[in-house]
């Protein structure tokens, strides 16, 4: 991987990390200001930011992994 593409990929790791903090914001404010009269919206917003979480770790684990491949 060149220098460019690890330089990118660290660029989406760290955009999918602030929108994964976005959408545990939003699940914190769910809980926080709007339960428990806004509970129909759990499961939209949980999967939501189950989903972001995910892509973070999977994008996370292939920087990692592309880093110390260049280290070698």
Do not use: F
């Amino acid at each position: 991987m060149t220098e460019e593409e690890l330089k990118n990929l660290d660029r989406e790791v760290k955009k999918l990390k602030r929108i994964s903090s976005e959408w545990a914001s939003q699940l914190h404010d769910l809980v926080e200001e709007r339960l428990p009269a806004g509970y129909q919206e759990i499961p939209g917003i949980a999967q939501s930011t189950y989903d972001a979480c995910q892509a973070w770790a999977e994008a996370n684990a292939k920087l990692i992994a592309a880093q110390k491949e260049t280290q070698v």
